[in-house]
């Protein structure tokens, strides 16, 4: 028997759904086996959601990234599966209740809002999708840093109030959730290099030159100088703390702008993804 | 053939008076800090008195526990439960050469099912200072053990503590009664992980060798600091707390240099000036190029600036902000006491079940020996008119005069294994027939002529 896309997403999205409430439960009772419960449920469906994908990749015969609703849904997978990995070497679970909603609400719109007849992709080789995916990587890498420095801020100011509520026992340390951002925004600074580098070469390929001034390659830039600022900043004696975090959160606002505006109105070259 | 008596009456039971669990112990709440450290036991003393009250005779099983809160002896008397408890407050005094009189109003008892709910409650920590504070349960487990290890334990104490065991896991358990119970050192340095997470990559410097500064070094040292410093006007105080918690001592004209050093630093000295001004933790932050600082004044009058609050990246918490967290814990925890009062009675009822439930058992059993000595006592003063059968008649009518007992017996120990409050009823019994050695009658007594 095979199942369709549409039901390996319905079922990612159960799954996504059960773990989503295993981590608030871990959040707000702080049970630690629901937190093991819902990192399980949580790589179940990273696997449920990858054979998804592989479907829709095996009717587009490419990466799915070609409508808005592939590409938010290869985000989803990526911001997943990018959280599980930054769970996995911090040891921190309290943040899975604040990304579990974003993974949900891209599926969502994907499962929901998306045409069922995905357009057929022109084959562009692996360099190509390598390009495609290793981008979607780092936005979900900036999102989850926009996640941990959003937390970072409450917390912060929690803490600084000095009337702390429940709340504050229930949220990573300080030290804790920058580092967290720190390693994601790592992750994507990697991750849009790598795909600024396959882009060239792509580039050079299929067009025989580098489009250095599509909007898509200028805002890629703009973003690789905000995240190394930040990085920079989240180091420097005037800057570390609340402070780089805000500069984290503004420096998202600039990659929000390259994956929605810049996508779908500005570029040329680059169309959803 | 007659139907047999099921066959829990057949066994072998102690005889004498049920046996009934009591304790004898004082608190946080009845006697001062001098007298509770006066009738503290160490684990040894514990055991050894343990030893003299069971070698005394004085009681049949017996628990010590002891904490800095508490001295609480859980006895099961052997005979008399007030005789046993005097006996026990005798000891009490010998051992710790005090005056009866000085424990007057401290000393508190608990008999039956007081004495079970006291201890249950005790390992639940809902009879602690600190509601719901976990330590003691372990406290619990250890004095049983202790005492189980060297013999002064039976099967009702030991039914007794593994249950209490029980209640305290379960109560923590299902229960938020024992979550991040607080006090003010530990509620700071629970904040300090809020900021720092673990603190093992930190440094922290107690500044002042007083109570709160000595906790809170502890509490620092405790929750794994990577490095202490501990600083005093009086040198050799600091030098004493240092070697004390593992730390080491500053000189206090070396504070600036330290404040720039630090992740964490806890005031606790006293005097009405700031010990730390806005402007010295203004430079110390410039100088540690603006890493988060977790300022603590324990202090009363207080010993930091308040103005140093608005410095960039410094947390500074004094006791007022950190008390009124031990309050709002205090309070969020007291919601769960109905749900950890819930879990006691249950247990209570359970363990007053079980105890009523084998000493009934062991009532009939002692009732059924009673019956049958009567029976001999019967037969042996009518003699002369049984020897007038043949041996073959008489052994029949000794025989119809057991299984008459058998039959007398059968339905009220179907009874007994089917309704509790009949178990519960059924030592009565002890009383009308006069079992246990007493009002017990010569030959010929009251069945004779």
Redesign the interface.
Known sequence: MVISFTELGYMTGGLYAASLGFYLRKLFA?SAWAGRVATALLAAGLTTHYFALLERSYALHAVPYEDLYGSMSLLAWFLAFTYLGLELLHRERAMGAFVLPLVLLLLGLELVVAPQAAPKAPARGSIFALHVTSNILAYSAFTLSFVYSAVYLV?DRL??A?????M??R??????LERMARSAVWVGLGSLLAGIVFGIVVGQRLTGQISSLDPKVVTSFLILAFYTVYLWSAR???W????ASLLCIASYFAVVFSYTVVNLYLSKFHRFY | MPRRVPVLLVGSFRRGAPMSVFLLGLNHRTAGVALRERLHFSPQEGLRAAESLRRDGVVAEVVVLSTCNRSEVYAVAGEAAEQAEDGVERHLCTFHEVEAAQLNGCLYRRRGRDAVEHLYRVAAGLDSMLLGEAEILGQVRESYLAAQREGHTGPILNRLFQASLEVGKRVRAETRLGAQAMSVPSAAMKLAEQIFGELKDNSAAVFGTGAMGAKAARQLRARGIGRLWVANRTPERARELAAQTGAQWAAWEKSPELLAQVDIVVTSVAGDDWTLTREALAAAMHARGNRRMFLIDLGVPRNIDPAAADLYNVFLYGVDDLQDMVEQNRHAREGEVPRAEAIVREHVEKFTAWQSGSNAISTLAELRNELRLRRELFTDARREELERFSPEQRERILGMMDELIEHLLREPAERLMKDREVRERAVFLRELYGLGGANRPGPGGRGGK
Do not use: F, I, K, N
């Open positions: 702080g917390q803490l600084r000095r009337r702390p509520g429940a504050v026992w949220l990573p340390a300080l030290e804790d420097s004696a005037a570390r703390g609340a402070r």
